[in-house]
């Protein structure tokens, strides 16, 4: 009798989280969203550098999800138009979904090693806006989505103070390969 007890009071503790956990979605489900993305691009864009200093590029993307799809692994590198060898930027960011705060975040790190740590929003119309703070200069956003053509387009934005914004990162790739 007491083995019966012990299984029953075992079990009316476990089923109600079995349930839970069949309701609540997976990291992997929070990323779909994102995975518009996913696959390998190439196409053209443009960044300020700094003021009034505007530089075209060529651009690749590699996007694959990872650990099982509850990640996203984001490569770009940026060069000369006139010079593939002459990079312009290169990055790698990882997008995830942060259970705790319900957010996607997103941490993007440059060749030099430094990194920003931002939040990702999945909009209403399918796009996805990220952006961040720069200590005593500003703030940056950006805003990735697929246009009528099935492109990757990507704008990028400055503003001093947060209320007024300036266009400083552009691009538009098409997909070459897809990862599936």
Sequence with gaps: MKTLYTLLLTAGTLLPAVGRAQTTPTAAERIKPLLFLEGQWKGRGWIMLGPGQRSEFNQTEKVEQKLGGSIIAIEGRGTDPNDDKRVIHHAFATMAYDAP???HRMRAYKADGSYIDALATVNPN????????MPKAGKVRFTMELNSKGQWHETGEFSPDGTKWF???EMTLDKVKSEK
């Design 167 to 169: 266009p400083n990162f």
């Design 101 to 103: 705060s319900g957010t």
């Design 126 to 133: 399918g796009s996805v806006s990220w952006g961040f703070d």
